[in-house]
């Protein structure tokens, strides 16, 4: 018993100095982080798009309804940024908001507002992230090591390495953050405070909020009567009766039915995806597009 007596407070350790390496320092920022920069921090590459459609909204550039994008024809003058460019540009017709987000937020712009956060020591780049993230399987790989060489004969010789390797896959599952300890105390700073008066402002912390579709009406609620008025008298628009009639259901509901390997692998899917999916981002990150208004086909920025 007494290889537990130290065996359980050193994998302990391991674990917690794991989670230590998984996180970045980073450094503070030099300047004040511009709303594009906020949201980058706060939603990646899309979240920016999101405050440059909303700024060009603020300024009377665009309209922004429902769905849909449009830029405003003869706008005043006035300074844009970057990523703001690349939306007008693209707004020659009016375009569906969230394929246009994703344009944009695959440009040249949107890169570089994620290349000066590495820079500048806030975001950790996805090759890194890759890097910290088996520097936090070594620990408790050594505790293995250890354990299985010192272990006594008898039960523990198999609940050493079941144990530690659990440790090791729970380990892995959980990807490094994404923003170093200075971005992250950079973010909430940024955040803080009162409640933003500013469009950008407000889509940079929350994300541009999408209006909901209405409600339909419940079953037996009064309708509001609607009419034609030509002038001298309303008349009425009655409903349809076949319209106010429920829907024939399905008597048997629809079942997804999930394949058992899915099921058997989904955590090592799990941290095999975020593995995979750094690798990709570090490629579009990192790649030179060689002008402002390239798209790739990678839309997202790694979790």
Do not use: C
């Amino acid at each position: 018993m007494a290889f537990l007596w130290w065996y359980g407070p050193v994998l302990v350790l391991s674990v917690l100095l794991g989670l230590w390496l998984k996180r970045v320092t980073g450094s503070a920022p030099a300047r004040p982080l511009t709303f594009e920069e906020v949201g980058f921090l706060g939603g990646g590459p899309v979240r920016a798009a999101e405050v440059a459609v909303a700024g060009l909204v603020a300024d009377n550039r665009a309209r922004l309804s429902g769905g849909a994008v449009s830029a405003v024809p003869a706008p005043a003058p006035g300074a844009t940024t970057a990523l703001q460019d690349v939306l007008l540009a693209r707004l020659d017709r009016p375009r569906e908001l969230d394929g246009l987000l994703v344009e944009v937020s695959t440009s040249g712009p949107a890169r570089r507002i994620g290349r000066g956060l590495v820079a500048a020591g806030l975001l950790v780049s996805p090759r890194r992230r890759l890097v910290r993230a088996v520097l936090a399987e070594l620990p408790v790989l050594a505790v293995l090591v250890v354990g299985v060489a010192t272990a006594p004969a008898g039960w523990l010789v198999a609940a050493v390495p079941s144990v530690t390797g659990l440790v090791a896959v729970l380990l892995v599952l959980g990807p490094p953050p994404v923003r170093t300890r200075h971005g992250a105390r950079a973010y909430e700073e940024a955040t803080a405070g009162l409640a933003p008066v500013d469009p950008a402002e407000v889509t940079a912390r929350y994300g541009l909020v999408r209006p909901a579709a209405a409600a339909p009406p419940e079953p037996g609620e009064r309708r509001a009567d609607t009419a034609v008025f030509d002038g001298e008298t309303a008349e009425p628009i009655a409903y349809v009766e076949a319209s106010e009639q429920a829907v024939p259901r399905r008597r048997r509901p629809a079942v997804v039915v999930e394949p058992q390997r899915w099921r058997k692998r989904n955590g090592l899917l799990v941290a095999g995806g975020w593995l995979a999916g750094g690798w990709l981002a570090s490629q579009w990150l990192e790649g030179d597009d060689g002008g402002d208004f390239v798209d790739t086909d990678f839309g997202g920025f790694g979790g």
